[in-house]
């Protein structure tokens, strides 16, 4: 038996010793990916190939901690209802041998070519990283081609997560890396033939302007247009929290400005963060059929109290954000959860036209542990308001402050930890609730806040208060299960 081999039978064996302990969990999710047992991390290799999305992802089957990673492999044909396909890539080779680090995946003479970090430690610990290749006509079985791009001078082992895209005749690579001066950085690599690729220099960087002191290392960084701006997706680490802004561990946002594909420059913007709750990391995008940029997120971070989720004593941990179309209106970035979404829901909408005046109250019809809530025509004239779920988490704005808060009960230690980010008018909210995670969508998507929450099992409320006169108009449905 080969090293692949053994790699795939262990892992599915551990789906299958531990599948009943994983899916009694009543913090398992309804419509979210996750791994059938193990840790889930980033999402990889986001394409739609011969019709078929495919979303790979980081995968520690054995247990739900890091370690040398495979590609789980997840497909759909419509963004709702996935498969769990066969494994992908495993550490079997000597070039990737501590972990298939992440990566993309592009089409080309009509096979799908999916690009990855192959991490290498000795036995000291010294790591060694090489941008890999593994090529499928099919998009579920892969050949392996091994390294094709390899560590230029002037950056340590931290040099990982390639995201490849063609323009212009030429094939472009971005890699996260850390310079030897540990500053982060996105590394820009060039190819004719998507063999041979060789180093075009640093692309943005920490201790360049406007970014100034940036952190220590970039990771997964994504180069992309956007309604006729390059728009850059890179998760820093090292960041110092200022304000409501970088209160996570680690961080995910954007900047925008212009590529030069022929200099290989890209001049551009401040840093915004994309996501504004507690869990949000590592995105990726992919341009579809039908010429949307759709994104997915790891909803978690990195060394961030990962080890205390309660998920763990059943033998899994972490999910998938829902898929996002990102568009570009009024001077941002707007996300909203993809259209093919509302197939979830169940039955008709329950409506409620709500007036709300110093008071605390549910409404008939309104709770659950798998729903979406869309309040639209949001008035706080003064004060604030608020939607509590299961007792645990809480949407609040407040109109002096002109601030949106998520809260929710510390999974570690039972306090009360919020995320904020100012909002100067709250015209709508949309949220996705799923037994443990919460999406908030505001204003149509230009703000949005992503987090686990375990609320009591038993707790199925939802709660709407209001320090003064406030009024909305609400849309609820039951979302089905699909997971």
């Known amino acids: 038996m080969s090293k692949d081999q053994e790699l795939r039978k262990s892992a599915y064996e551990e789906i299958e010793k531990h599948q009943s302990l994983v899916e009694s969990d009543p913090y398992r999710l309804h419509y979210h990916i996750m791994p059938p047992v193990g840790l889930l991390n980033d999402p990889n290799g986001f394409i739609q190939f011969q019709g078929t999305y495919h979303l790979f992802y980081q995968w520690m089957p054995y247990k739900t901690d890091h370690g040398a990673k495979l590609w789980g492999h997840y497909s759909s044909e419509d963004l709702v209802h996935w498969t769990h396909e066969e494994i992908a890539l495993t550490p079997s080779e000597w070039f990737e041998k501590n972990g298939c680090y992440s ?12 690009f990855y970090t192959g991490n290498v430690k000795d036995e000291n610990g010294n790591r060694e990283s090489y941008q890999c290749l593994a090529v499928s006509e099919d998009g579920i079985h ?40 540990k500053k982060g950085a996105v590394a820009l690599f060039t190819s004719e033939n998507l063999m041979d690729w060789t180093h075009a220099g640093i692309l943005a960087g920490a201790g360049q302007e406007p970014l100034g002191e940036f952190g220590y290392m970039f990771e997964c960084p994504d180069l992309f247009d956007l309604d006729g701006r390059d728009v850059l997706v890179f998760s820093p680490q090292g960041l110092e929290a200022d304000g409501m802004n970088y209160q996570n561990v680690y961080q995910a946002g954007y900047v925008t400005g212009t590529f030069d594909s022929e200099e290989g420059t890209y001049e551009h913007g401040a840093f915004t963060e994309l996501d504004h709750g507690f869990d949000f990391y590592a995105p990726q995008t992919t341009l579809d059929e039908k010429g949307r940029r759709l994104l997915f997120g790891w909803m978690s971070v990195p060394d961030q109290n990962e080890q205390d989720h309660p998920t763990i004593a059943h033998k899994w941990l972490h999910n998938m954000t829902l898929p996002r179309e990102l568009t570009w209106q009024d001077g941002q970035m707007h996300q909203q959860p993809v259209q093919e979404l509302e197939a979830l829901r169940q039955g008709d909408a329950v409506d409620h036209q709500v007036s709300l005046n110093k008071e605390s109250r549910t409404l008939d019809g309104v709770h659950g542990k798998a729903v979406e809530l869309m309040m639209s025509d949001i008035d706080v004239a003064e004060g604030w308001m608020s939607v509590a779920i299961g007792g645990n988490a809480r949407i609040l704005y407040s109109r002096g402050q002109q601030v949106l808060t998520l809260e929710r009960q510390s999974y570690v230690d039972g306090t009360v930890e919020k995320r904020q980010v100012e909002v100067p008018q709250l015209d709508s909210l949309r949220i996705y609730v799923d037994t443990s995670s919460i999406e908030v969508f505001a204003n149509d998507g230009a703000c949005v806040m992503t987090a686990r929450f375990y609320p009591s099992v038993q707790d199925t409320s939802i709660r709407f208060s209001s320090s003064a006169a406030a009024s909305f108009y609400l849309h609820k449905w039951n979302l089905a299960k699909v997971f």
Do not use: C
């Open 103 to 114: 990566g993309s995946a592009i089409e080309h003479d009509g096979k799908l070519y999916a």
């Open 142 to 181: 892969f050949d392996k081609k091994g390294p094709v791009a390899h560590l230029p001078d002037g950056y340590t082992a931290h040099f990982r997560d390639p995201k490849v895209w063609k323009q212009n005749g030429r094939w472009f690579m971005v890699i996260g890396a850390q310079t030897e001066d």
